[in-house]
Nanobody
């Protein structure tokens, strides 16, 4: 059974920092691209960042220079360090594990339960 368990959300003032963590089990962690997706009230889900299985990192423009994703394949964990937080960063953040299987022309996606991040004074 695949499980992605997030932790670390909460309430923080503008300009503050939070660190989210996601512990994965039930998958071969190292072959999955691991990412964070967020959804703000009334808005569509937005891909925030991805750390690929090949070691690349990608960020959406609005978080570049403020957020840092890291993965530890030995511990099956991915983390998101969020600095200089803004009210617009307020959302539920979901951990995502993604694998494209070319032999089957299909993708596997697994999701965590989500953790709330609120940036407010």
């Amino acid at each position: 059974q695949v499980q992605l368990v997030e932790s670390g959300g909460g309430l923080v003032q503008p300009g503050g920092s939070l660190r989210l963590s996601c512990a994965a089990s039930g998958i071969i962690f190292s072959i999955y691209d691991m990412g964070w997706v967020r959804q703000a009230p009334g808005k569509q889900r937005e891909l925030v960042t991805v750390a690929t299985s090949a070691g690349r990192t990608v960020y959406t423009d609005s978080v570049k220079g403020r957020f840092t994703i890291s993965r530890d394949n030995a511990k099956n964990m991915v983390s998101l360090q969020m600095d200089s937080l803004k009210p617009d960063d307020t959302a539920v953040y979901y951990c995502n594990a993604h694998l494209w299987e070319p032999s089957m022309s299909e993708a596997k996606d697994y999701w965590g339960q989500g953790t709330q991040v609120t940036v407010s004074s």
